[in-house]
């Protein structure tokens, strides 16, 4: 008897392998729109999208994890890693995820974001011997109704296309994107506007990875490489504080972020070791000073965007050497780490004509990063912080306090200060700006378990800039709060509210001269309701409200999401109908949309209007599935440009 | 002379998009025990709330007919006039509903074929097809559209079950005048053998959020009670009903904050 229930509880998560699948866009969702909010880095969303479809397709056997594979799970702290590492090192096993909920710093929502991305299978001796070769291709079409840009050179339409092969250690990739407006195929050799390949090796030994080709890293708290997501995103969630280090192959569609090279990481006892190196031509645009004889960057193109001829005149117009050494070691609960890199420009940035927001920014060809950071963990509390220095002497240094005071109780605690002129080309630090500089405060959030099936969280940002910034024109000061309150009575049932507020100085649209300064502010708040009367159906409804000041407009949502898993065929479909009314661009409303995999949709809701959208999802085998997406909308919006349909579609084949 | 007549009744008709109801202006406006209720019924089966959801035709166990006329404001040029007709098959039924709304310069008229069926204990779901057909004084043409709405509805538990309804989940840019589109989610509970409560939500892009709640009271075996508010205009409703064999008769009170009151009266008969 008690060996069937064992079995049973093995079984349950096998089985709810499809429905687990299905959570991914709520888990994506949850930081995506925040991710929106933030216009300055709004491709993150995109990432982050790409890295959970990724981990779920790859993941983690917990039960055989180290703590070094358990932090592939990158949206849980160093503080969740190391319980669970010792939950199952004490307990032997997991049997259901849903046993996780009762490891020390987890609960049931964040089990629950956890589930599809881990088994619990461990994976036979023979299975880890047997060296078996994997494929995967994807293919993502989609078009636009009517085209945003006529006036491209290319179709208005846009491709994804990804290859990837696992065969024992060996893996490898090629990812092609060709964007709305770019031509088809171009060059010598006809490519892809964007085309990226890796071949990885991994191993158990001294010699941990060895990266040829596009590849992405990061290490510590981000202030001096992490071409990833930048941590510290979301105000409430449990997750996104995690420090650690890696270097991953390159799979993502951002065409300047990332390094084109080789990085290789070391291993020997407590002592880890990486080094990399790499040359890639980036977008930028040049200019002349005066002469022909010296040319230089004005500047840097991050869009990937190549349909107009000064787009087209800036793409990989400049070459960056960049190269890099890192080194760490463990001692008992402490862990010290330090990382050298340089890039090298083979054109000089220059700036012959600074406006005062500009008076920081780098000049020269080449930079250098020094960063040191330490991560001490006795019992309770994490103590984390980090300091990168540029040789003009300025820093960035981050200090973080991760504490657990009970098993329903967790504390953050991080302060910042990025220095204005601090520069790292490859760095996104917790809770830097999107310039990565000229920013300073502090963070606090908790998340309680206030009562059975009662999950509370909330949390403050304070922050100054002291200089200035993109639309302000002087030293200006910004808080963000967030609460959001959880209710799960069953697995069937959810109910979620959440309130924002955000203040920021921005200059006066019309203010003359000197320019004076106001605060904009926005209040959100959001009531979400979400029920499963079958295993089979799922319907969520979302009501949003949003109001700015001084604009003093408002914008109102309601949407009406079903999903129905169809029993007699192996397809899903998801239905969305959503309602909006907002006061203008200021007060608009960003409902993230169930998309293709690897890819997401957070459309900005605004005018008075109405989006639907319909998605059906065939899996005829284990080894191919189809998706196909029709999303419309429309909204009386003032510049009249408020008709508008797409059309996606995605095969994908495994063998 | 009417042309005067029409500037304030035209003034009352657009205004009364965003604010009557609070949903959209091509809401039947059928039914005076859903008016009673402060329209908080894409949960509750009935008569006519199975044409505010059409996922509630299947709980009318026989078949019946019935007519509603609905006067706003005391205003004849504002009146509905409504008739409807259900026959239920096994484990569906299906629906006509006719509707007029108006007067002879200013008219709408609407029918709607629709279709309910039950998918499971706990599931149904409904379809109907609409057919519109609007003439304003001054236009020459008639706008004729064609659209659809649908809905679901989940019985949760023996006592709590919810309602879901889509009207026109169409593009605009399919059709040459635009039709207003909606969502609509509501749930109710039964307290007691006697006491129904409810609360909704809709969101039309004719109108905002629109927040109502309601409740049926059967003080006696064929007499009910009804009460109910709507945030669309602050409007508190109240009603009653009566049953006497098979004629179900109803009476429904609706206040608006600056317009006055809105009356309904509907006779049901059902062929038992």
Redesign the interface.
Not at chain 1, 372 to 387: F, T
Not at chain 1, 467 to 494: D, F, H, N, Q
Not at chain 1, 594 to 616: E, K, Y
């Given at each position: 008897m008690k060996r069937g229930i064992i079995i049973l509880i093995v079984l349950l998560p096998v089985n709810a392998v499809y429905p687990q699948e299905e959570r991914i866009p709520d888990i994506i969702m949850e930081i995506a729109e925040q991710l929106s909010e933030d216009e300055t880095d709004a491709d993150a969303a995109g990432d982050f999208a790409i890295r959970l479809y990724e981990l779920a397709e790859k993941p983690v056997r917990i039960n055989t994890a180290d703590e070094s594979e358990l932090s592939r799970l990158f949206f849980l702290t160093d503080f969740q890693i190391k319980a669970l590492a010792d939950y199952i090192r004490k307990t032997g096993r997991i049997y259901s995820v849903y046993e996780i909920a009762a490891v020390p710093g987890f609960n049931t929502p964040l089990s629950a974001m956890v589930a599809p991305f881990v088994t619990l299978e461990e994976g036979t001796q023979e299975e880890k011997k047997k060296i078996r070769l994997r494929n995967d291709i994807l293919m993502n079409f989609s078009v636009k109704f009517p085209p945003t840009d006529t006036s491209a050179p290319g179709g208005s339409w846009k491709m994804l296309t990804k290859y990837r092969f696992s065969a024992g250690p060996f893996s490898g990739s090629v990812t092609s994107e060709k964007d709305a407006g770019e031509k088809f195929l171009q060059g010598k050799i006809p490519v892809t506007d964007f085309l990226s390949a890796n071949l990885v090796w991994e191993g158990k030994g001294f010699v941990r990875k060895v990266i040829a080709g596009d590849f992405g890293a990061r290490y510590g708290m981000g202030t001096g490489i992490n071409t990833g997501l930048r941590t510290g995103l979301s105000l409430t969630q449990p997750g996104y504080l995690s420090g650690g280090d890696d270097i991953r192959p390159y799979t993502s569609t951002d065409e300047n972020i990332f390094f084109r090279g080789a990085a290789v990481q070391l291993r020997s006892g407590k002592t880890g070791m990486t080094m990399f190196w790499s040359r890639n031509l980036i977008d930028a645009t040049l200019d002349t000073a005066g002469t022909q004889a010296y040319v230089y960057i004005s500047t840097f193109q991050r869009s990937g965007l190549h349909t107009t001829s000064s787009s087209l005149a800036a793409r990989d117009a400049v070459a960056e050497t960049s190269y890099g050494l890192s080194l760490s070691t463990d001692i008992r609960s402490l862990r010290l780490s330090l990382l050298w890199t340089q890039n090298r420009f083979s054109v000089p940035v220059m700036n012959d004509d600074p406006a005062p927001r500009e008076l920081y920014d780098f000049t020269g060809s080449v930079n250098t990063t020094f960063t040191a950071g330490y991560k001490y963990m006795p019992g309770r509390v994490l103590l984390y912080g980090e300091l990168s220095v540029n040789p003009t002497g300025r820093k960035a240094f981050v200090q973080g306090l991760s504490f657990k005071p009970s098993d329903r109780l967790s504390m953050n605690l991080v302060y910042r200060h990025y220095d204005p002129g601090y520069i790292s080309f490859h760095g996104k630090g917790l809770f830097s700006s999107s310039s990565g500089d000229n920013s300073e405060g502090i963070f606090g959030n908790f998340i309680l378990e206030a009562a059975k099936h009662l999950f509370l969280s909330a949390g403050v940002d304070v922050k100054v800039n002291p200089w200035l910034k993109y639309r302000c024109s002087a030293p200006s000061y910004g808080i963000s709060r967030e609460v959001r309150l959880r209710y799960l009575p069953s697995e069937k049932v959810s109910f979620e509210a959440v309130y924002s507020y955000r203040q920021t100085m921005l200059d006066q649209p019309e203010s003359t001269g000197i320019k004076k300064q106001c605060q904009s502010e926005a209040t959100s708040l959001r009531g979400s309701f979400r029920y499963m009367p079958l295993e089979k159906l799922t319907l969520t409804t979302r009501i949003d409200h949003k109001s700015v000041s001084p604009a003093g407009s408002a914008g109102i949502s309601m949407l009406q999401d079903i999903s129905w898993r169809i029993g007699a065929i192996p397809a899903t479909v998801w239905f969305r109908h959503c309602i909006f009314r907002t006061g203008d661009w200021d007060s608009r409303i960003y409902a993230y949309e169930n998309d293709l995999v690897h890819s997401f949709s957070i459309p900005a809701l605004w005018g008075n209007g109405s989006r639907s959208c319909v998605m059906i999802s065939v899996r005829p085998s284990g080894h191919a599935d189809f998706r196909i997406k029709f999303a419309f909308g429309e909204s009386s919006v003032p510049d009249g440009s408020g008709s508008s349909s797409e059309l996606k579609v995605q095969a994908r084949i495994r063998f | 002379m009417y042309s005067l007549r029409l500037i304030p009744v035209s003034f009352i008709f657009v205004f009364l998009f965003s604010s009557a109801r609070g949903g959209d202006p091509y809401f039947p406006a059928a039914g005076a025990g859903e008016s009673g209720m402060g329209w908080s019924c894409v949960m509750k089966p009935g008569f006519w709330s199975s044409f505010h959801n059409q996922a509630l035709l299947p709980f009318n166990k026989s078949a019946a007919t019935g007519i509603n006329y609905h006067s706003r404001f005391g205003i004849s040029e504002l009146g509905t006039k409504s008739a409807a007709l259900v026959m239920p098959l096994d484990k569906a039924a299906l629906g006509f509903v006719y509707s007029h709304f108006g007067y002879r310069d200013l008219a709408r008229h609407s029918a709607g074929l629709a279709c309910g069926i039950l998918l499971?204990e706990?599931?149904s779901a409904g379809v109907q097809a609409d057919f519109f057909a609007e003439k304003t004084a001054g236009e020459y043409r008639e706008r004729r559209s064609l659209s659809f709405e649908a809905g679901?509805h989940?019985k949760?538990s023996e006592q709590v079950s919810?309602g879901?309804h889509?009207f026109n989940?169409v593009?605009?840019?399919f059709r040459k005048d635009?039709l207003p589109?909606?969502?609509r989610?509501g749930s109710g509970i039964r307290l007691s053998r006697d006491l129904f409560a409810s609360a909704e939500?809709?969101?039309?892009?004719a109108g905002?959020?629109d927040i109502r709640t309601g409740f049926e009271y059967d003080p006696f075996r064929s007499f009910t009670i009804r009460g109910g508010f709507s945030s669309g205009g602050n409007s508190f409703c109240f009603g009653m009903g009566y049953i006497v064999r098979s004629v179900q008769m109803d009476l429904g009170f609706s206040t608006h904050d600056r317009l006055g009151v809105s009356t309904a009266v509907s006779v049901i008969f059902a062929f038992k």
């Amino acid at each position: 008897m008690k060996r069937g229930i064992i079995i049973l509880i093995v079984l349950l998560p096998v089985n709810a392998v499809y429905p687990q699948e299905e959570r991914i866009p709520d888990i994506i969702m949850e930081i995506a729109e925040q991710l929106s909010e933030d216009e300055t880095d709004a491709d993150a969303a995109g990432d982050f999208a790409i890295r959970l479809y990724e981990l779920a397709e790859k993941p983690v056997r917990i039960n055989t994890a180290d703590e070094s594979e358990l932090s592939r799970l990158f949206f849980l702290t160093d503080f969740q890693i190391k319980a669970l590492a010792d939950y199952i090192r004490k307990t032997g096993r997991i049997y259901s995820v849903y046993e996780i909920a009762a490891v020390p710093g987890f609960n049931t929502p964040l089990s629950a974001m956890v589930a599809p991305f881990v088994t619990l299978e461990e994976g036979t001796q023979e299975e880890k011997k047997k060296i078996r070769l994997r494929n995967d291709i994807l293919m993502n079409f989609s078009v636009k109704f009517p085209p945003t840009d006529t006036s491209a050179p290319g179709g208005s339409w846009k491709m994804l296309t990804k290859y990837r092969f696992s065969a024992g250690p060996f893996s490898g990739s090629v990812t092609s994107e060709k964007d709305a407006g770019e031509k088809f195929l171009q060059g010598k050799i006809p490519v892809t506007d964007f085309l990226s390949a890796n071949l990885v090796w991994e191993g158990k030994g001294f010699v941990r990875k060895v990266i040829a080709g596009d590849f992405g890293a990061r290490y510590g708290m981000g202030t001096g490489i992490n071409t990833g997501l930048r941590t510290g995103l979301s105000l409430t969630q449990p997750g996104y504080l995690s420090g650690g280090d890696d270097i991953r192959p390159y799979t993502s569609t951002d065409e300047n972020i990332f390094f084109r090279g080789a990085a290789v990481q070391l291993r020997s006892g407590k002592t880890g070791m990486t080094m990399f190196w790499s040359r890639n031509l980036i977008d930028a645009t040049l200019d002349t000073a005066g002469t022909q004889a010296y040319v230089y960057i004005s500047t840097f193109q991050r869009s990937g965007l190549h349909t107009t001829s000064s787009s087209l005149a800036a793409r990989d117009a400049v070459a960056e050497t960049s190269y890099g050494l890192s080194l760490s070691t463990d001692i008992r609960s402490l862990r010290l780490s330090l990382l050298w890199t340089q890039n090298r420009f083979s054109v000089p940035v220059m700036n012959d004509d600074p406006a005062p927001r500009e008076l920081y920014d780098f000049t020269g060809s080449v930079n250098t990063t020094f960063t040191a950071g330490y991560k001490y963990m006795p019992g309770r509390v994490l103590l984390y912080g980090e300091l990168s220095v540029n040789p003009t002497g300025r820093k960035a240094f981050v200090q973080g306090l991760s504490f657990k005071p009970s098993d329903r109780l967790s504390m953050n605690l991080v302060y910042r200060h990025y220095d204005p002129g601090y520069i790292s080309f490859h760095g996104k630090g917790l809770f830097s700006s999107s310039s990565g500089d000229n920013s300073e405060g502090i963070f606090g959030n908790f998340i309680l378990e206030a009562a059975k099936h009662l999950f509370l969280s909330a949390g403050v940002d304070v922050k100054v800039n002291p200089w200035l910034k993109y639309r302000c024109s002087a030293p200006s000061y910004g808080i963000s709060r967030e609460v959001r309150l959880r209710y799960l009575p069953s697995e069937k049932v959810s109910f979620e509210a959440v309130y924002s507020y955000r203040q920021t100085m921005l200059d006066q649209p019309e203010s003359t001269g000197i320019k004076k300064q106001c605060q904009s502010e926005a209040t959100s708040l959001r009531g979400s309701f979400r029920y499963m009367p079958l295993e089979k159906l799922t319907l969520t409804t979302r009501i949003d409200h949003k109001s700015v000041s001084p604009a003093g407009s408002a914008g109102i949502s309601m949407l009406q999401d079903i999903s129905w898993r169809i029993g007699a065929i192996p397809a899903t479909v998801w239905f969305r109908h959503c309602i909006f009314r907002t006061g203008d661009w200021d007060s608009r409303i960003y409902a993230y949309e169930n998309d293709l995999v690897h890819s997401f949709s957070i459309p900005a809701l605004w005018g008075n209007g109405s989006r639907s959208c319909v998605m059906i999802s065939v899996r005829p085998s284990g080894h191919a599935d189809f998706r196909i997406k029709f999303a419309f909308g429309e909204s009386s919006v003032p510049d009249g440009s408020g008709s508008s349909s797409e059309l996606k579609v995605q095969a994908r084949i495994r063998f | 002379m009417y042309s005067l007549r029409l500037i304030p009744v035209s003034f009352i008709f657009v205004f009364l998009f965003s604010s009557a109801r609070g949903g959209d202006p091509y809401f039947p406006a059928a039914g005076a025990g859903e008016s009673g209720m402060g329209w908080s019924c894409v949960m509750k089966p009935g008569f006519w709330s199975s044409f505010h959801n059409q996922a509630l035709l299947p709980f009318n166990k026989s078949a019946a007919t019935g007519i509603n006329y609905h006067s706003r404001f005391g205003i004849s040029e504002l009146g509905t006039k409504s008739a409807a007709l259900v026959m239920p098959l096994d484990k569906a039924a299906l629906g006509f509903v006719y509707s007029h709304f108006g007067y002879r310069d200013l008219a709408r008229h609407s029918a709607g074929l629709a279709c309910g069926i039950l998918l499971s204990e706990k599931i149904s779901a409904g379809v109907q097809a609409d057919f519109f057909a609007e003439k304003t004084a001054g236009e020459y043409r008639e706008r004729r559209s064609l659209s659809f709405e649908a809905g679901i509805h989940i019985k949760a538990s023996e006592q709590v079950s919810l309602g879901i309804h889509l009207f026109n989940p169409v593009p605009g840019s399919f059709r040459k005048d635009k039709l207003p589109s909606s969502v609509r989610v509501g749930s109710g509970i039964r307290l007691s053998r006697d006491l129904f409560a409810s609360a909704e939500a809709e969101m039309s892009t004719a109108g905002g959020l629109d927040i109502r709640t309601g409740f049926e009271y059967d003080p006696f075996r064929s007499f009910t009670i009804r009460g109910g508010f709507s945030s669309g205009g602050n409007s508190f409703c109240f009603g009653m009903g009566y049953i006497v064999r098979s004629v179900q008769m109803d009476l429904g009170f609706s206040t608006h904050d600056r317009l006055g009151v809105s009356t309904a009266v509907s006779v049901i008969f059902a062929f038992k």
